[in-house]
């Protein structure tokens, strides 16, 4: 059992990110999409942490960025879900192919 | 006398002609405008000239100097030598014949002076700017009015040829700004001062790159080969008073420009390029009075001489000698004039007829003596009759290019002569197919010109036969300016 | 020394008669132009005889010879240091002798005009375009700057051009006047181009400064002239041509002889003024001006002058027996001896006896003014009597047009060289010349001294006699519709140049005018001028067996020789070929394809650049989507794109 | 700390005062939205007093006089907003929610000028984003409103993602985040190269360069007009000023590596809005590619680096605000009253409405910078700078850019102008605020370039 480094988490922190990437792309219903944007901002914050902690110990920043990310995020979550739900409203489906009315 | 008279006048015309009620008033003003404009023009030439009497020898008269945007070093700079009166002159008769033209257009009556004033604002402010970003202001002000006057109230296929106009011009004068910018930046105090760079050193380098960036620029103003494809479309669209100013002004920015700008400033790199430029404007000179030989429809027929006549026009400036860059002057003077007289009597014309196709008309002289008789001089004008502008203009040029020894030049210039030939087949083929012949019974009815036509014709004829019979007046007035420019240029005097 | 205010009038008057009646005339002056036009040039012309008589008889002469005076000279149009367009006026024996001839027979034609124009529409146009005519004419003969002989010869151009297209609504009249002057037009650019030259090698337009240094070998302009050759002949000597070439344009010397017949189309005496007295010998004039230059510093430009003037004078001599047209007759006869005056020329040599040659041009000049003018003018009075130019329609008219049989006759005589009439003298001089110089062309002279007698006299018996005067094509009645020969104003002018035409000849030319300025014995060989005159008489009595009486002989003689008949008829076809160069090469392999390339090439590239832009646009927008995710991967895209070309590529 | 936070605190006075009037209810909507105006107005006019320079926070505030400028410079905008969508603001029922969302989004950017740390600057991003996704819903019954909306929020989120991403890149490389402390420690590394690009892409997507841009046509579309106007002119102008700041002052170091890319990034984004922008019909969509096409000029200015790239993208703004939202007036003008927002539904305007049809015309000279227009001082200034750092390929692509430019402006002229049409939009009834409005902006497109010394105000 060997102690975690600072590239482990990186490696985690960017496959995370990846993954998120991926389901951005991928997914079609937009809370999927959402979260998988979650899953961007995670990785992020996984490195935040882990920067703070391995390289940079005696300063607090990414701590704290983290703390702020998290709570940007829910506040950007919350506008994204009332438009996903006015947009069902509207379409009457959350899927992201049915609202492709404007192109070109 | 203050300069800035000659950019208010236009603007408080412009003004004024917004807040008219009605198209008569609109016309009256736009008239007086144009009037107090050659009155100032002439009050300009008589105090240049009795400044120059009493021995003022600066190579700018008359000079003011405002700051504007300081920190780009940029500075409203007004001041005149010889050639730009003369261009003031030569505006200044077609702004007001173009007003007396077009006295019955009835659509947008308002919006057509507007910006007829307009345009002469930008040629006058172009003519007296002594800053290169002023002078490139004026420039493109003149563009969009332009564009306007053949959209609105062209003919045949207006917005064509509007867009390609508009657009050809803008692409010129981006050049042309790409050009300014390179001087700007390599001389050695950033400045946008016409005098201080003129004698200010450029490297070499930066000349070779901008002089063409300035010459093709201006030169699509000036129907440069090839870049003259705008020429036919533009004018046979505009309507009359457009096409008069197009031809008579607008022409004219260009060639003033490859002389005043690229040729003055950037002289090192001028001479690399000259032999490139008189090739270019004999190509120009010979091609486009051959494709005017092809041409049925007069204003066409106008257009491609015109793209023929602005070829003397460059090879005067591409040749650099004093007297054929005098030549490139007068030949822009007089070409101005002529080609302006050519497309009002064209306007009267097709007014009464219906048709500028030469081979539907003949024998108008009988119906109409005054516009056939103006056709005739400025047909024999056209293809250089003694006693009028056109022989002047271009035995100056011939004279000017011959003082080059080299065979070359010579070629060239005698290539150039030859053009008189094929000028004087069609002009007489446009003449004689219109005014003589048998008359033809559907103009049975036709009457000649009104009061305002045969005003402004006169005026123009009056315009030409004085640089016709009495050319030393003009000559005596640019000849010191090209000298200064000669200096610049150097290049080896002719044996004599 | 001359003054130069009433020499500069000679000139001016018909210039002020022309812009009053130009602009006020067809408003004010609708009958009264003919009068007016008319009483100025007499002005004009009065001054002009005071003019010759002051300065052959009071100041021209200094210690025996000649001088060339400059009574008046400014400076119109300076192009650089020396070099300048100066308008004035020089004095010389031969500027004053051809003020005198245009002076008089312009004030001939301007009266017969009275009558013959009479009640013409454009009356006052008329005369307008008469004294234009007749100013640039006497400008261009008293110019002291070659840039100023320049410019007047294009205004006489262009004032022939508007005579002949007098009649603007005849097509054949338009279609004339338009080859009149651009023909000559071609030829001026030959000048202009000379004038170039000269002017560059001699640094000066002034005639005087030119010739003095052009002709002196030690002058640094000469030598360069002379060394510059191209196509190894010198530049001296091809600037000489190409000014000889305006001259010949103007003269209608051979290849450039096809617009003078058309001219025809012009009023009758417009073509007495212009196409046979005065501006076609504009050219003679020319070389003639020019004439030290040629004989000293180039002979072989004057030799190129020489043998056009021959060739020249026979080819028309021969195409015009075989005419039909009396106008075009009279036209190819002044064209042929306007040949004589050409190769006198150039058989001719600078000072002393050799250049009589010199002498006997200008003499031949002023005879041929006096007899050539008198012929169209009787010409015009039987085509004014008959209504037509046509030989076959006239006949038997010696009793309707007395005065007018008489003069005429009297000039074919003169031009037909049979002593004791003016033609006889002058021709007689040329020959000698000829004969001293040149043989060849001696010969050719000859032979066309013959031919002329002949048909000149085909012309005269075939209107005059021929068929009886009965019933003509024009039916009954017409000597009630014009009362005899059309009144004084027209047999006046004919009356006094056949005084001139009759008299001319025992004017002792050579006293006045020789190539030098010194006086030239002009003595007379009996033995000599036998053969010519035998020819002559010979000339004319084939033409009265041919033509006195109506008979088929001349049909028969030309069917025999039927080649060159119709060879000659059709004028040698050189109309043709001219028509073939400009419709054909120029027009089709020229003239089309720059339009095409226009439209096409040049145009095209405009549009295309336009068009593909648009496509372009129209072929990208796939790029927007609409999809959210498909922007989200471009973003991604877009952002591994930068980072690897900006870590690994650009660094 | 108050004077120096001034505009912040007195935007935020506003959004309280509109919050307890809208609670206080019973306010007709004319009435509430001439206290927002006169509000906006007197918050403009104070921008001009008690401007003094200073840091809080311990670096994460600052404040200097260009920064209060650029501050003021959006007050104006966002002012003449409110003037010019008066019409659509009165038939909207959630007037005041609007503005206070504007209003919040606005605080955001000031806070992102005069950010002096990334996480201030993330912070007030974001503040300046979250509220426009919502503003680009506000016609809750359109559909494309709320497609608008969501395409937004959900790209906005993904660049935000990315932008954190490339943040904490740049937190592991140097271990700090302030602005002051950045350029000591920045030596372009690949890491910190591969963070830059990251933090760049973040920066692209807010000001729409290619090819992060392809969320604005649509939104830009599907959106109200008010809302496309201030995310064109207002937010753009904002993150443009901060980009500036950012480049020239934190990556300092990194220069020769973002001058290329700007310089490559402009060319795209010059000749591909130029290229999309030629087809459009919809004006919405059209202004919103020609504003691309913009934003590449505005990169040329950036491009140069030193001080007058800074002043020349600032007089850029200034003029582009009053040019686009005269532009986004008068179409609004013409959609509120006829619902058609084509182009070929101007045809023959001038006809009925000249008054209309020349504040438009000036505003699309203005754009594509012809003289007299400011837009040509503007544009000419931008390439001026530019052409500084001496590469003229740049310089003539963008002038050559200017063509094509000239081309779709002026096919609407010709609509307008030149065009015949049997049923032109009949006359259409300008209320007065509008009118002012346009008038403002007719008026500022005319002098801001002609008088020389608002430009030597900016520097």
Redesign the interface.
């Known amino acids: 059992m060997i102690e975690p480094g600072l590239y482990h988490l990186l490696f985690i922190s960017a496959a995370l990110f990846f993954i998120g990437v991926y389901g951005f792309f991928t997914r079609r219903n937009l809370v999927t999409m959402l979260m998988s944007v979650e899953l961007i901002l995670n990785s992020v914050n996984l490195n935040f942490i882990a920067f703070n902690k391995y390289l940079w110990p005696n300063k607090l920043d990414g701590v704290f960025f983290t703390i702020f990310i998290i709570a940007i995020a829910a506040a950007e979550a919350a506008v994204a879900i009332a438009i996903i739900i006015n947009l069902y409203r509207s379409h009457h489906s959350i899927d992201v192919e049915n609202a492709e009315e404007m192109k070109f | 006398m203050n300069l800035l008279l000659l950019i208010l006048t236009p603007l408080l015309t412009a003004v004024a002609v917004l807040l008219m009620r009605n198209a008569t008033q609109v016309r009256w003003v736009s008239f007086i405008g144009a009037a107090v404009q050659l009155v100032l023009a002439f009050a300009l030439f008589f105090a240049f000239r009795n400044e120059r009497m009493a021995g003022n020898t600066a190579e700018m008269l008359f000079q003011i100097q405002y700051n504007w945007f300081p920190a780009w070093h940029i500075s409203f700079h007004l001041g005149v030598d010889g050639i730009s009166i003369a261009m003031i002159l030569l505006t200044a008769f077609v702004v007001i014949a173009g007003v007396l033209v077009s006295w019955n257009v009835e659509k947008m009556t308002k919006e057509f002076y507007f910006l007829l004033i307009l345009l002469s604002l930008g040629a006058y402010g172009f003519f007296i700017s002594l800053d290169l970003f002023i002078l490139f202001f004026f420039l493109e002000i003149a563009v969009i009015p332009k564009y306007l006057l053949i959209g609105i109230w062209g003919s045949g296929k207006k917005e064509y040829s509007a867009n390609k106009l508009a657009l050809m011009l803008m692409g010129g004068s981006a050049l042309v700004l790409v050009g300014l910018l390179g001087i700007y930046f390599n001389a050695p105090e950033k400045t946008f001062d016409l005098l201080t760079l003129s004698k200010s050193y450029i490297p070499a380098e930066v000349q070779q790159i901008c002089f063409p960036l300035l010459f093709v620029g201006f030169g699509v103003f000036t129907a440069l080969f090839p870049f003259h494809t705008w020429v036919p479309d533009g004018h046979s669209s505009a309507p009359t008073a457009g096409s008069m100013f197009l031809a008579g002004i607008s022409m004219k920015l260009g060639g003033y420009g490859c002389l005043r700008v690229a040729t003055y400033i950037l002289h090192d790199a001028a001479k690399d390029y000259s032999t490139i430029i008189i090739v270019l404007s004999v190509i120009a000179i010979l091609y486009g009075a051959f494709a005017t030989m092809m041409q049925k429809d007069l204003k066409y027929i106008n257009a491609y001489s015109s793209v023929s006549h602005c070829g003397f026009v460059l090879l005067g400036i591409g040749m650099m000698t004093k007297t054929s860059m005098t030549g490139a002057v007068m030949q822009m003077v007089s070409h101005g004039l002529m080609t302006a007289l050519f497309f009002a009597v064209i306007g009267m014309i097709y007014e009464r007829t219906h048709t500028r196709q030469v081979n539907e008309m003949g024998g108008l002289l009988k119906r109409m003596p005054f516009i056939g008789t103006v056709l005739f001089i400025v047909g024999l004008c056209s293809l250089g009759l003694p006693g009028l502008s056109g022989f002047v203009a271009e035995m100056t040029v011939f004279m000017g290019s011959w003082e080059r020894p080299d065979t070359f030049s010579r070629v060239a210039t005698i290539l150039s002569c030859l053009s008189l030939v094929v000028t004087a087949v069609y002009i007489l083929r446009a003449i004689t197919k219109t005014a003589m012949g048998p008359l033809k019974e559907q103009f049975a009815t036709l009457t000649d010109a009104r009061w305002n036509e045969k005003l402004a014709a006169i005026i123009l004829v009056v315009g030409i036969i004085a640089i016709g019979t009495a050319p030393f007046w003009l000559n005596d007035l640019i000849n010191p300016a090209t000298e200064i420019i000669k200096q610049h240029l150097m290049i080896p005097t002719p044996i004599d | 020394m001359p003054n130069a205010t009433y020499i500069a009038l000679i000139p001016l008057l018909p210039l002020a008669g022309f812009i009053m009646l130009g602009i006020f005339g067809r408003k004010y002056f609708k009958n009264t132009s003919g009068i007016i036009g008319t009483t100025l040039l007499l002005v004009s012309t009065g001054l002009a005889l005071y003019t010759a008589y002051g300065y052959f008889f009071e100041y021209g002469k200094v210690d025996g010879v000649y001088q060339k005076l400059v009574p008046l000279k400014y400076t119109w149009l300076e192009f650089s240091q020396g070099v300048s367009i100066d308008m004035g006026i020089i004095i010389d024996p031969i500027s004053v002798m051809m003020l005198v001839v245009v002076t008089f027979v312009s004030l001939m034609v301007h009266i017969y005009s009275l009558g013959y124009m009479k009640g013409e529409e454009r009356f006052p146009t008329y005369y307008a375009f008469l004294g234009l005519f007749t100013f640039s004419m006497l400008g261009l003969v008293v110019s002291s700057n070659i840039f100023q002989i320049y410019i007047f010869w294009e205004l006489v151009g262009v004032s022939s051009f508007l005579l002949i297209g007098y009649y603007y609504d005849k097509p054949s009249a338009v279609a004339a006047c338009k080859k009149a002057f651009i023909v000559t037009r071609f030829a001026d650019v030959g000048f202009l181009i000379g004038i170039l030259m000269l002017s560059f090698y001699s640094g000066t337009l002034d005639f005087n400064t030119l010739i003095a240094t052009l002709t002196s070998p030690e002058s640094n302009g000469y030598k360069t002239a002379a060394a510059a050759s191209f196509m190894g002949v010198s530049a001296l000597t091809w600037g000489l041509v190409l000014v000889f070439i305006g001259g010949a344009g103007k003269s209608a010397m051979f290849p450039l002889h096809i617009w003078l017949p058309d001219a025809m189309e012009g009023p009758t005496p417009v073509s007495a003024l212009i196409h046979a007295a005065t501006m076609v010998v504009a050219g003679v004039f020319l070389v003639a001006r020019l004439f030290p230059v040629f004989a000293i510093s180039s002979p072989g430009a004057l030799s190129i002058v020489g043998y056009v003037g021959a060739v020249s004078a026979m080819i028309a001599a021969v195409i015009a027996c075989t005419q039909t047209d009396i106008k075009r007759v009279l036209a190819y006869s002044t064209m042929s001896q306007i040949g004589y005056m050409m190769f006198a020329l150039g058989v001719s040599k600078y000072g002393g006896e050799e250049g009589l040659g010199y002498t006997a041009s200008m003499f031949h000049l002023f005879t041929h003014a006096m007899f050539k003018a008198l012929l169209f003018l009787g010409a015009g009075a039987v085509i004014h009597f008959i209504h037509s130019n046509e030989m076959k329609d006239m006949g038997g008219l010696r009793k309707y047009l007395p005065i007018t049989h008489i003069t005429f006759l009297i000039a074919c005589l003169a031009i037909a060289g049979v002593p004791p009439f003016a033609g006889f003298f002058s021709k007689e001089e040329i020959l000698l010349a000829a004969y001293q110089h040149n043989p060849t062309i001696y010969w050719i002279a000859l032979i066309t001294s013959g031919l002329t007698a002949f048909y000149m006299f085909r012309l005269y018996f075939s209107i005059f006699w021929n068929k009886d005067a009965s019933p003509s094509p024009q039916g009954e009645g017409r000597g009630e519709v014009h009362h005899g020969e059309g009144g004084f104003a027209m047999m006046m002018p004919l009356v006094l140049l056949a005084l001139g035409a009759a008299a001319a000849g025992f004017i002792p030319f050579g006293h006045f005018v020789s190539s030098d300025g010194k006086a030239l014995e002009s003595e007379f060989h009996l033995q000599f001028s036998i053969l010519p005159v035998a020819l002559g008489l010979a000339g004319i009595f084939t033409a009265m067996l041919l033509y006195k009486k109506q008979n088929d002989k001349p049909d028969k003689i030309a069917a025999s020789l039927s080649g060159l008949y119709k060879a000659a008829y059709h004028k040698f076809y050189i109309d043709e070929v001219y028509l073939f160069i400009t419709q054909k090469i120029i027009f089709n392999l020229i003239g089309r394809p720059a339009a095409w390339f226009d439209k096409n090439v040049v145009d095209g590239l405009v549009n295309l650049t336009g068009n593909t832009t648009l496509k372009i646009s129209e072929g990208i927008k796939r790029i927007q989507s609409g999809k959210v995710q498909q922007y989200a991967i471009y973003f991604l895209a877009g952002v591994i794109g930068l980072a690897l070309l900006f870590i690994y590529v650009w660094k | 700390m108050l004077t120096i936070m001034k505009s912040e605190l007195l935007v935020t006075a506003i959004i309280f005062l509109l919050l307890f009037v809208k609670l206080g209810k019973g306010m007709k909507n004319e009435s509430m939205l001439l206290l927002i105006q006169v509000l906006l107005l007197l918050n403009f006019i104070a921008g001009f007093f008690f401007n003094t320079e200073g840091i809080l926070f311990d670096g994460m505030y600052q404040s200097t006089s260009m920064i209060v400028l650029q501050k003021n410079i959006l007050n104006l905008g966002v002012y003449l907003i409110s003037l010019l969508f008066s019409s659509w603001f009165k038939r909207s029922e959630h007037m005041p929610e609007f503005f206070m969302l504007m209003l919040s989004a606005l605080l955001g950017m000031f806070f992102l000028i005069s950010s002096g740390n990334?996480?201030m600057f993330?912070?007030a991003l974001?503040l300046s984003t979250?509220p426009v996704?919502?503003m680009a819903?506000f016609d809750?019954?359109?559909?494309?409103s709320?497609?608008?909306?969501?395409?937004m929020?959900?790209?906005s989120?993904?660049?935000?993602?990315?932008l954190?991403?490339g943040?904490?890149?740049i937190?592991?490389a140097t271990?700090?985040?302030s602005f002051s402390e950045l350029p000591q420690h920045l030596d372009g590394t690949?890491l910190q190269?591969?963070a830059f690009?990251?933090l760049?892409?973040a920066f692209?997507?807010k000001l729409s360069i290619v090819?992060?841009h392809?969320?604005t046509?649509?939104v830009y579309?599907?959106a109200p007009m008010a809302t496309t106007s201030f995310l064109s002119v207002i937010s753009k102008g904002a993150v443009a000023f901060i980009f500036i700041s950012t480049l020239y002052k934190v990556f300092q170091p990194m220069q020769g590596?973002w001058y290329?890319?700007v310089m490559i990034l402009s060319i795209a984004t010059m000749i591909?809005g130029n290229?999309?922008a030629?087809?459009q019909q919809n004006i919405k969509?059209f202004l919103a590619f020609s504003s691309i096409a913009q934003v590449g000029f505005i990169l040329v200015g950036i491009s140069s680096g030193a001080k007058?790239g800074l002043?020349s993208v600032v007089y850029f703004i200034l003029i582009y605000i009053f040019s686009n939202l005269a532009a986004f007036g008068v179409a609004t003008a013409i959609e509120s009253q006829t619902g058609k927002e084509n182009i070929d539904d101007c045809k023959g305007l001038y006809q009925t409405n000249p008054f209309l049809s020349w504040v438009l015309a000036l505003a699309l000279?203005s754009l594509a910078g012809?003289?007299?227009t400011a837009g040509?001082?503007g544009k000419?200034?931008l390439?001026?700078a530019g052409?500084?750092t001496?590469s003229?390929f740049f310089?003539?692509i963008a002038?050559?850019n200017?063509?094509?430019s000239?081309?779709y402006y002026?096919r609407v002229?010709?609509a307008v102008?030149?065009d015949k049409n049997e049923q032109p939009v009949e006359k259409i009834k300008i209320d007065l605020s509008a009118k002012l409005g346009l008038t403002i902006c007719a008026a500022g497109i005319v002098l801001v370039g002609l008088l020389?010394w608002i430009?030597?105000y900016i520097?």
Do not use: C, H
């Open positions: 990334l996480l993330f912070l974001e979250i996704a919502a819903n809750l019954d359109k559909k494309r709320s497609e608008a909306a969501m395409k929020i959900l790209t989120a993904f660049s935000s993602g990315i954190l991403f943040i904490s890149l937190y592991g271990g700090t985040i690949p190269v591969l690009v990251f760049f892409a692209a997507f090819p992060f392809l969320w046509a649509d579309e599907g590596t290329n890319m591909i290229l999309f030629l087809r969509r007058e002043s000279f012809i003289p007299p040509f001082f000419l200034f390439l001026t052409a500084s001496g003229y310089i003539t002038a050559l200017m063509i094509i000239l081309y002026l002229i010709r102008f030149m020389s430009y030597d520097q």
